[in-house]
């Protein structure tokens, strides 16, 4: 089982919806989450961290759900720009290495 | 306040050459991460450095690869004899010393072994 998983997609989703991506983690002892956006032949950027009480900045909330060992994303009112390939990252002990799912990729259509 | 500096940005080499890759990480931060994105796969996570210590090398392949992070200038990571399959896009990434443990990432090194 890989530490990090993630749906690879892709999401095709007309402009306007509302889309949502799941990432599951294997080691309970997981310490820190986050999402990343990536665009094509670019570096990561940081999204958000996940925090345990849940994330929200403007259209993108995240959430962890540590019972069950996954993260979300939720994307509202998703904008042409928001096309990209979504990449969840777990940090299995402060201050290391983040391990990085293989990314879902998200096609927002006019 | 300046990203992550990565340089070369595109870097050629034939086979059994060196490759040496240059990172400065953000003002403020001490911690550096190289990271290698493979074509058509995710980020792996390669070495972990503070100022002149390695912290963890456990993505490290065993042979040819090396870092450094000195207590003057950017952080290197040398690939020696290269080989075709070294070709990837290499990324570093820094996080600050407090306890948000944010990495961000510079814009990468593309390396093209021929």
């Known amino acids: 089982r890989k530490e990090v998983e993630q749906d690879p997609g892709p999401f095709n989703v007309p402009e306007g919806a509302t889309v949502a991506f799941n990432c599951t983690y294997s080691?309970?002892?997981?310490?820190?989450f986050f999402w990343y956006r990536q665009d094509c032949r670019k570096e990561p950027k940081l999204l958000m961290s996940?925090?345990?009480s849940g994330n929200e900045d403007g259209r993108f909330t995240a959430q962890l759900n540590r019972a069950s060992q996954y993260i979300s994303l939720l994307i509202r009112d998703s904008k042409l720009s928001d096309s990209a390939t979504y990449l969840c990252a777990v940090n299995m002990e402060y201050g290391n290495k983040l391990v990085f799912g293989a990314g879902t990729i998200l096609r927002v259509k006019s | 306040n300046a990203g992550v500096m990565q340089n070369p940005r595109h870097l050629v080499r034939r086979r059994g050459q060196e490759a040496r890759l240059r990172c400065s990480p953000m003002k403020g931060h001490s911690h550096v991460y190289w990271y290698r994105q493979l074509p058509e796969e995710g980020l792996k996570f390669m070495v972990y450095?503070?100022?002149?210590?390695?912290?963890?090398e456990s993505g490290m392949p065993k042979e040819r690869f090396s870092a450094e992070f000195p207590k003057e200038g950017p952080s290197i990571l040398r690939i020696q004899q290269v080989v075709r399959g070294d070709s990837a896009a290499y990324f570093c990434?820094?996080?600050?010393?407090?306890?948000?443990?944010?990495?961000?990432f510079g814009p990468g090194t593309r390396l093209t072994v021929t």
């Open positions: 996940v925090y345990s």
């Open positions: 990434a820094s996080s600050p010393p407090d306890s948000s443990y944010e990495q961000y």
């Open positions: 080691n309970s002892a997981s310490q820190s």
């Open positions: 450095l503070q100022k002149e210590n390695i912290i963890d």
